[in-house]
Structure formats: structure tokens, C-alpha cells
């Protein structure tokens, strides 16, 4: 499903029009992003599942191409737990 497929089907769910609920997921991602820029971020909705922003560690990896070892920089990555009424 793609952004616009999906503003489409919330508008008809909803009953309003595309333009609010295009603003409506724009919020909502608006708020997501910002909640897991924070130092713990994480957000559970209830009978979906969690997103949360964990740090992944430096680490070793290989250039597929030459066989070097290489080092990979540790970074912070989200990660999602779906809720058991989602699958």
C-alpha cells in the first residue's frame, strides 16, 4: 500500500476528505518521528505493535568485494514488535 492509497482509504473510512487525511497521517508520522528522536524514544499503540529506537553497536564487517575487514560505525536504528492481534 502506498501513502497515497493509504490517505485514500482513511478519508473514506473516515468520511472526510483527502486533504484531512492527508494532514492527519502527516501529523501522525510527525509525532512518531519526533518521539523516537528523543533520548528513549519509543511508542506503543495498543493491538498494533512497538516502535522503538535502539542503538546497534560498532561491529565488524567485509568488503564483499576485496575480503578486507572493515569497521562499521555503531548507529541508532528503530525497531518494530508487532502486537499478537496484528499477525
Known sequence: ???AELIEKMAKDAGISK???G???ASFT????KSLKKKNGKITLVGFGTFKKVYRKTRKGRNPQTGEIIKIKGKNVVKFK???NLI
Do not use: E, I, N, W
Open 1 to 3: 500500500m502506498t501513502k
Open 19 to 21: 486533504v484531512a487525511a
Open 23 to 25: 494532514a492527519a497521517l
Open 30 to 33: 510527525d509525532g512518531v518521528t
Open 82 to 84: 508487532a502486537s499478537k
